[in-house]
């Protein structure tokens, strides 16, 4: 088994950034498998930080190769002022970075129209306007224009022109303007030819590497409960977040994947709308927000915060079949003098153990009251040296959702982690 893949357990925002970063000194390849720039993946390394949307955030490691496989959405003038801010920092990437042709490109129109709609419905879905509904929609009804299409004018003229048309009722009717196929061709000609060296067959390296019996790392984005077969459907992004997605998304087989890690907070988070039964609208909530610096790495919105939803965790365990759980933000729970955890919810007068996905908004959860701690964790590095409440705040997770809590980060910065190991040794 060569491949390890890490997915949000939640609805995003996990830290799956810090624990790629983590991990990656184990891996020789570093893939993303999903989603667009939409992510934002926040590194803090001794006190810098960088938010990373489309790179894979093993980059920072020099010896680790990073591909970003063909499940994704390219807003290529964002690949490539992230391959500018990495060199910047004196961090190369050309001949260890590579992005599949087969990825599909995030055009004007995607961000105009997810934008627009956005508008009209009122914000309902709060998405992130980067158009990745848009793009996949396109990739799915086979009209979409994919990386490699960038290197070739003609095609790119060609196939732009027959997606235009089609966008063009729906934008009209939205009251926006498309851009014109003769702009679109010029800018992402450009900025194709700026990635040339970037664009290649991605499945094919990572097949190679397969065969070498190089240790992989499959990087998700987003989280369980935004994937859009297995979350809070139609309040998910339009990929497939999951563990699962990482096949199709990287080009691989299930039986190369020998290990899924989940990502959860210690406490729950959402951007956008939706259900969130564990959602605190008091100062609970805020004291979360204002301790976690909860709001957004790619839009700066304030997230929703809550309690631990192992409802929902539950879950993620299910779908995802999960080997092992990596808690983060443990220390900022710090700040409350108990703590609450949703072990099950009610609905009809029934305890339900697994979320029931038409009713989720319409369930009551069922809490269970746990002692908080004062203790400063960050100096933590090993399970042993958290305070006994926090011991036990691991223990119930495990208890409650079937799953073994690994690596616990009690801190922003790479250091500010307990119980690290190789995910690969399992
Ligand atoms: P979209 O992916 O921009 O279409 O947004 C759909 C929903 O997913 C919205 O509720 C977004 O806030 C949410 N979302 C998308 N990407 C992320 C992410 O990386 N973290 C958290 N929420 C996200």
């Known amino acids: 088994m060569s491949a390890v893949v890490i997915v949000g357990a939640q609805w995003g925002d996990e830290g799956k950034g810090k624990v790629v970063d983590l991990y990656a000194p184990y ?20 006190g810098e930080k960088l938010i990373l949307h489309l790179i894979p955030s093993g980059i920072l490691h ?37 992005v599949s042709q087969r990825a599909h490109v995030v055009l004007p129109h995607h961000k105009l129209i997810d934008g627009l709609r956005e508008a009209k419905s009122g914000g309902d879905i709060g998405t992130t306007k980067r158009g990745i509904g848009p793009c996949y929609e396109d990739k799915v009804a086979r009209r979409g224009i ?44 450009e900025l194709g030819q700026a990635l040339r060296a970037y664009i290649g067959d991605a499945a094919e390296v990572i097949r190679a590497s397969i065969e070498a019996k190089e240790k992989i ?38 039986t190369d994947i ?7 907070k210690a ?4 951007v956008g709308g939706g259900p969130f039964p564990t959602e605190l609208e008091d100062d609970t909530g805020q004291q979360l927000r204002d301790a976690g610096a909860e709001y957004g790495s790619t839009t700066g919105r304030p997230r929703r915060c809550g309690w631990l939803d192992l409802v929902a965790l539950r879950h993620a365990v299910a779908v995802n079949g999960l080997s092992e759980l990596a808690l983060t933000k443990l220390d900022v729970l710090t700040v409350l003098p108990e703590l609450k955890v949703c072990v099950a919810y009610e609905l009809d007068g029934k305890r339900l153990a697994y979320p029931p996905y038409e ?31 926090a011991q036990r705040y691991l223990e119930k997770i495990e208890l409650e959702v079937g799953c073994r809590v690994g690596v616990v980060s009690v801190g922003p910065d790479r250091e500010d982690t307990a119980d690290l190991q190789d995910p690969f040794v399992g």
């Open 27 to 46: 891996a020789e390849l570093v893939v993303r498998y999903a989603g667009g720039a939409n992510a934002g993946h926040t590194l803090v390394v001794r």
């Open 217 to 254: 790392l499959l990087e998700g984005a987003q989280g369980t409960m935004l994937d859009i077969d297995n979350g809070t459907y139609p309040y998910v992004t339009s990929s497939n977040a999951v563990a699962g997605g990482a096949c199709a998304g990287a080009g691989i087989g299930p």
């Open 146 to 189: 994919r990386m490699g299409d960038l290197l070739d004018s003609a095609r790119l003229r060609t196939k732009l022109e027959a997606n235009l048309e089609c966008w063009r009722p729906v934008a009209e009717d939205l009251g926006g303007t498309l851009p014109s196929a003769d702009d679109i061709v010029a800018q992402y000609g």
């Open 62 to 98: 020099e010896q680790t190769k990073c591909v970003v496989g063909q499940g994704t959405v390219i807003d290529p003038a964002v690949f490539l002022d992230e391959i500018r801010a990495l060199e910047a920092r004196g961090l190369g990437t050309e001949g260890r970075l590579l």
């Open 359 to 389: 009713r989720i908004e319409e369930v009551t959860p069922i809490y269970e009251t746990l002692e908080g701690w004062d203790e400063e964790l960050t100096s933590c590095r090993g399970r042993g040296d958290l305070p006994a409440a």
């Open 267 to 270: 406490y729950t988070t959402r």
């Open 258 to 264: 020998g290990i899924a890690i989940g990502i959860a």
